[in-house]
């Protein structure tokens, strides 16, 4: 039996978000710009078209943005993350294996089922129905030749947005393999492209036919089960699930300069406090904090320090967690500078199942409690609704986000309101 791969890609994602609730924006370029509104995240296809690229700077494009119309919004991630969900709870009822490979992807193991085709349609009506997301298909027998196929969908119009390489004769397959960059080809970087297009191997269909044992020579392991794939031989299995994270990492630009050890400490809190949410929804526990500050890499002045802080034993309990990172903090401070930026690492973190037991156990359990039920607020009400004192109230550090559209379906006071 054929294996059959699908991979299912949102389009423009971030911009799809945003269009959903504002449908004055479909046929006008947009572009999501990243933390404090630096560089670009996300394109329209009206901005592909202008030549603009991803992380191109903002602050270089606003005369171009002024001559064509260029509308920039503010990440929104809480809205991003929202939409992502719905989307990959209703793919998961197409196929008994998932792996969801990235916000706005994930592969779908359709092995033995028929009429392929008609079943990325469904997918693809189902979503956009649902959700509101546009999505395109590629199926194939190996996933990287269903990101092959998943960007021949979105690129041909004539396979309206469903490209299922299985179907294809092998002379048709290659005619469009040859067509294809061999820069588009899943895991070949910029470095390995140029040195690809030195050896004269341009396309997709070049590499595919080149010899193994000189990919191998050249290249190593990796790229040479990437040749493996593209002949048809599976390499790279469904991962239905995921791995253990090693680290949890939140670090964030600061909107203006801090100076203050008070204001990183707000700062530091509140990363560590949605670092200790993430470890939660993981089901995990941390043994080890790290905390670091960085002043501007444009200042003559510099100065980035970072502390790794072990922890007693593993937890998830914020107020412990807060509590090591700012004895860190507050152990790397140097008065004088000036402060861009801060960042919370979590670190040797085990399932929570996997705890050492101890002959203070009864003594946790007050404290998964009060997690649980902040945690529960929080989802509930918003997020934030419930936080530590030390965060602060007036956060003059924040990242900027001037533009950002309303967490529409997260936040109960940014409802999309319908007028008459």
Known sequence: MKRAIALVDCNNFYVSCERLFRPDLEGKPVVILSNNDGCVVSRSQEVRDLG?????????????????????????????ADLSNRVMRLLAQYAPNQEIYSIDECFLDMTGMTELTRHGQQMRHTVRQYVGIPVCVGIASTKTLAKLANHVAKKQPHFNGVCNFNDLPVDELNTLLEKIEVGEVWGVGRRTTLRLQQMGITTVLNLKNSPASRIRAEFGVVLARTLSELGGTVCLELDELSSPRQQIICSRSFGASVVQLSELEQAVIAYTTRAAEKLRQSHSLATCVQVSIRTSPH???????????????????????????????RQIYRSGYTYQKAGVTLSGIIAASDRPRTLFDDV???????????????????SGTIRLLGEGIKKNWAMKRGNRSPRYTTELTELAVAKA
């Open 52 to 80: 603009i690229m991803m992380a191109a700077p903002w602050f270089k494009l606003k005369d171009l943005a002024k001559k064509h119309g260029i509308i920039a919004l503010s990440s929104n991630y809480a809205l991003y």
């Open 299 to 329: 200042q003559a002045r510099q100065y980035q320090p970072d502390m790794n802080i072990p922890l007693a034993e593993p937890t998830d309990d914020t107020r412990v967690l807060c509590h090591a990172a700012l004895s860190g903090l």
């Open 364 to 382: 946790a359990a007050p404290s998964a409690a009060l997690m649980a039920t902040i945690d529960g607020i929080n989802r509930r009400m918003g």
